[in-house]
Antibody, heavy 122, light 113 residues
């Protein structure tokens, strides 16, 4: 059974960097079939896909245009986890952030982390 | 980006009755190479992450009760709950995975009448 455990601070100051980690059990971040993704949810923006990383003989990353200039998603093979960094945050980045696995069989999100409310405020 | 539009925004149905939620995409989700519709449905209960119910528009995820069914093709899709149970109270989302950025509908809130 795949489990995703999120960690990271719940409060970030404006202009600073939001950092979250998603620890994987029951699968590998280096899987040649799955992908690993970050999604956020807010009342104003609904569910918003932010980006993904995956391994197919080499590492790939792709990001939503809305955050592309500010986001980095990195795998950590030593600890079997992946991370989200979002730079230069504003109050509009306040949301519940989820990590999720993108299914190998179909490009759907079949396992999710528990979610983390991140508030951007001074 | 592909825009996903759900209707209605909210729905109240009596226990044991049928609930129907619609989802429309701004472009076809039918992928010619595999002849499959790249459309999924999720259920989100209060305080929980979304849960995958259906993918390929009509394939139930393992463990999902058979009262949940999906249908449709191209740009128009439907999630049907054949006999509403109390535990089905939730917000339901459709999601396209035809192309990135993956996008979701705005959600339909399902309540008991």
């Amino acid at each position: 059974q795949v489990q995703l455990q999120q960690s990271g601070p719940g409060l970030v100051k404006p202009s600073q960097t939001l950092s979250l980690t998603c620890a994987i059990s029951g699968d590998s971040v280096s899987s040649n079939s799955a992908a690993w993704t970050w999604i956020r949810q807010s009342p104003s923006r609904g569910l918003e896909w932010l980006g993904r990383t995956y391994y197919r003989s080499k590492w790939y990353r792709d990001y939503a245009v809305s955050v592309k200039s500010r986001i980095t998603i990195n795998p950590d093979t030593s600890n079997n986890q992946f991370s989200l960094q979002l730079n230069s945050v504003t109050p509009e980045d306040t949301a519940v952030y989820y990590c999720a696995r993108v299914s190998a069989a179909a490009g759907v999100f079949d396992y999710w982390g528990q979610g983390a409310l991140v508030t951007v405020s001074s | 980006d592909i825009v996903m539009t759900q209707s209605p925004d909210s729905l109240a149905v009596s226990l044991g009755e049928r609930a129907t939620i619609n989802c429309k995409s701004s472009q076809s989700l039918l992928y010619s190479s595999n002849n499959k519709n790249h459309l999924a449905w999720y259920q989100q209960k209060a305080g929980q992450p979304p849960k995958l119910l259906i993918y390929w528009a009509s394939t139930r995820e393992s463990g999902v009760p058979d009262r949940f069914s999906g249908s449709g093709s191209g740009t128009d899709f439907t999630l049907t709950i054949s006999s509403l149970q109390a535990e089905d109270v939730a917000v339901y989302y459709c999601q396209q995975y035809y192309i990135t950025p993956y996008t979701f509908g705005q959600g339909t809130k399902l309540e008991i009448k």
